[in-house]
C-alpha cells in the first residue's frame, strides 16, 4: 500500500557521524555482501574483472571537500543510504504498492515480487537512496537489515544493521529516533544531528552528526615542507641531524 | 534526467492520440455532418495514436510482466491514476465511437464525457512528473498545463488534418482554432522555460548539512566506475545546446505549423501543407519532450 502510515510506533533510522567516519568503506562492503548472500537475488555486480565495472550498492561512501573561508579545507566522508524518511516522497509515487512504509518501526521497503522497475521512486528521492537493479530490473535501497534486527537464529550483538556492525570507527549507529530515552536519540540531542536536505520536506528519520570544532587552528599559508625536510643548525632537527651523524 | 525514448515518444503520442479523441468528443456537439469515412480515419488514427503511445510506455519497465499490477495504487499514486484514467477514457470512447460509427448515434453526453476523462488523462501524465519536489524544473502546477495545451494543440492540428483529407478543404474557423491552439500552448511554453531558470533548491552545501563550514565541493565519488543515479538523473547537456534545441522545437512546433496551415487555407494543395505542418509539430514536439527531461536537474546531484 503506498498510503503513508499516519505514525509509525518506532522510528528505527541510523546516525552516521561525520566526525569519525574515515572513509573505509567497511559499511559499503559489508551492506552489499549481507543483501547479496542473504534474501532474494543478489545485487548486482557487472562487468567486475573488466573495464567498466558497475553495481548496485544500497549504500554508498562520498567524499566531500569543505573550504571555510578562512582557514584550509577540510575532508569529510559521507556515507549515504535510505534514511527512511517520515514523509517518504519514494513511497506515494509507486504505481503498484511495491514500496511502503511500515507501520511498526516506519523501516521503507520495496517489495520486489511487485516492482516493475519503472524507477519513479528513484526519481522521487531526492537523496538518491533507490536503484535499479541492472540484472533484477526491480528497485533496491537500504532495508535497514530488517531480515538482520529481528532476527533470532543470529546472536544478539548481531541483531543491528550490518553497516552499524562493520564500521570500525563507530562511526554508525541504530537506534529507535522516535524514543527519546534511546542512545541514538541521546547522541542527536548531544551532537546537534541534523537532516539532509530539510528543504525537500521528506523529514528523514536518519540523523547525521557535525564534525566538531578543531581544537587546533591551523594557518593558511603554505607550509614549506621542502624547507622542513632540510635539516637546520638549530632545534631538534639539528640535534638529530648531529646525532645521527655521530652514531 | 536521461530521457527515455519509450517515454518521449508514449507522452508525444498518448497526448496527441487523446487530443484528437477529445476534440472528437466535443464534436458530437455540433458536426453531424462527420461521413463514416471522417469517423474511422479520426477514430482509427486517435486509438492508434493512444493506444500505441500507452503500450510503448510499457517498453521502459523492468518487469512489464507485472505491470497489471500499476493500476492498483490510484488513491496514492499519479502514474496509478494515469494507468486506470487512460483504461477508462478509452473505453469510455471506444463506446462512444461504436455507438456513433455503427448505430449512427453522436451522444452528446458520452461525447463530454469522453473529452474529459481524455483530459484527465492527459493532466495525470503531466503530474506524475510536477509532483517530483526534487526536480525544480519540473515541481509546477503549469507543467501538467503545458502537457494539456500541447495535448490540445496536437489534437486540432490532427482533426485539421483529417478534416482536410476527408472533405477536400480545410476551412478558416478550423484553422483558427488550430493555430490559436498552438500559439497559447507555445507561448504557455516559453514562459515555463523562463520560470524554470532558476537557484536550485537544494545545494551541496544543504545536502551535506556542512555548509556552516565554508563551501562544500565533491571530492571523491563514491565509486570509480558509473552508477544508476549518474546514468539515469547526471544526464548533462551544455546550456549552449538547450538554448538551441529550444528555438528548434518552438520552430518546427509552432511557427511551421502555422505557416503551413495558413499556406492551406487557400490552397488546392490543403492536404500535403497540413500533413507537413502535422509532420512538423509532431517533430517540435519530440524535441521538446526531449528537453523537458535534458534539462532536468534532480537534486541528487548535490551529492555530485
Known amino acids: ?247 | 534526467m536521461h530521457p527515455a525514448y519509450s517515454v518521449i515518444f508514449f507522452t508525444v503520442s498518448s497526448g496527441a492520440g487523446l487530443g484528437l479523441i477529445a476534440f472528437m468528443g466535443l464534436g458530437a456537439l455540433r458536426i453531424d455532418t462527420m461521413s463514416t469515412g471522417f469517423l474511422l480515419m479520426a477514430f482509427g488514427i486517435g486509438f492508434a495514436l493512444s493506444v500505441g503511445g500507452l503500450l510503448s510506455s510499457t517498453f521502459h519497465l523492468g518487469r512489464p510482466e507485472r505491470a497489471w499490477r500499476a493500476f492498483s495504487q490510484w488513491r496514492s499514486s499519479w502514474l496509478s491514476r494515469e494507468g486506470v484514467l487512460a483504461v477508462v477514457s478509452l473505453v469510455v470512447a471506444a463506446i462512444f465511437a461504436g455507438l456513433w460509427l455503427f448505430l449512427d448515434l453522436s451522444s452528446a453526453i458520452l461525447g463530454i464525457l469522453t473529452a474529459v476523462l481524455a483530459m484527465l488523462t492527459v493532466w495525470a501524465t503531466g503530474m506524475i512528473y510536477a509532483q517530483i519536489k526534487a526536480v525544480d524544473l519540473w515541481y509546477r502546477w503549469l507543467t501538467p498545463v503545458c502537457y494539456l495545451l500541447f495535448s490540445i494543440a496536437g489534437g486540432v492540428i490532427l482533426f485539421l488534418f483529417i478534416h482536410a483529407a476527408m472533405t477536400g478543404k480545410a476551412g478558416w474557423e478550423l484553422s483558427s482554432v488550430a493555430m490559436v491552439a498552438l500559439l497559447v500552448a507555445w507561448a504557455v511554453k516559453m514562459f515555463w522555460w523562463i520560470g524554470g531558470d532558476r537557484a536550485p533548491r537544494s545545494t551541496p552545501e544543504s545536502a551535506t548539512g556542512l555548509g556552516h563550514l565554508g563551501k562544500v565541493r565533491l571530492l571523491e565519488k563514491p565509486h570509480t566506475g558509473s552508477n544508476y543515479l549518474l546514468d539515469e538523473m547526471g544526464f548533462h547537456i551544455g546550456r549552449k545546446h538547450a538554448r538551441k534545441l529550444r528555438l528548434i522545437s518552438v520552430l518546427l512546433g509552432a511557427v511551421m505549423p502555422i505557416l503551413l496551415i495558413l499556406l492551406a487555407i487557400p490552397a488546392p494543395l490543403d492536404v500535403l501543407w497540413l500533413g507537413l505542418a502535422l509532420l512538423a509539430h509532431l517533430t517540435g514536439m519530440l524535441v521538446e519532450r526531449w528537453l523537458f527531461f535534458a534539462e532536468a536537474r534532480h537534486a541528487v546531484m548535490a551529492y555530485y
Open chain 1, 1 to 247: 500500500m503506498t498510503q503513508l502510515p499516519e505514525t509509525t510506533d518506532r522510528k528505527l533510522g541510523l546516525v552516521i557521524d561525520l566526525d569519525t567516519c574515515v572513509g573505509c568503506h567497511a559499511c559499503v562492503i559489508s551492506c552489499k555482501e549481507w543483501n547479496t548472500g542473504g534474501y532474494g537475488a543478489p545485487l548486482a555486480d557487472t562487468d567486475a574483472y573488466g573495464d567498466d565495472p558497475s553495481g548496485t550498492f544500497l549504500n554508498r561512501v562520498h567524499t566531500f571537500e569543505v573550504k571555510p573561508a578562512d582557514k584550509p579545507a577540510m575532508i569529510t566522508h559521507f556515507p549515504k543510504s535510505c534514511l527512511h524518511c517520515e514523509d517518504a516522497p519514494c513511497v506515494t509515487v509507486c504505481p503498484t504498492g511495491a514500496s511502503f512504509k511500515r507501520s511498526e518501526d516506519g523501516i521503507v521497503l520495496v517489495h520486489e515480487d511487485w516492482c516493475i522497475g519503472c524507477g519513479l521512486c528513484a526519481w522521487a528521492c531526492p537523496y538518491g537512496a533507490r536503484e535499479k537493479d541492472p540484472v533484477e530490473q526491480v528497485m533496491k535501497k537500504c532495508t535497514l537489515c530488517v531480515d538482520r534486527i529481528y532476527n533470532e537464529n543470529i546472536p544478539e550483538e548481531d541483531r543491528v544493521p550490518s553497516c552499524v556492525r562493520s564500521c570500525p570507527a563507530g562511526a554508525r549507529h541504530f537506534g529507535d529516533l522516535g524514543d527519546e530515552t534511546s542512545d541514538v536519540s541521546k547522541l542527536v540531542a548531544e551532537r546537534g544531528g541534523f537532516d539532509l536536505m530539510p528543504e525537500q520536506g521528506t523529514k528523514p528519520v536518519n540523523k547525521y552528526l557535525p564534525p566538531r570544532e578543531k581544537q587546533q587552528s591551523i594557518p593558511d599559508e603554505a607550509i614549506d615542507l621542502v624547507a622542513l625536510a632540510e635539516p637546520k643548525a638549530g632545534g631538534f632537527l639539528g640535534w638529530l641531524d648531529g646525532a645521527l651523524e655521530r652514531l
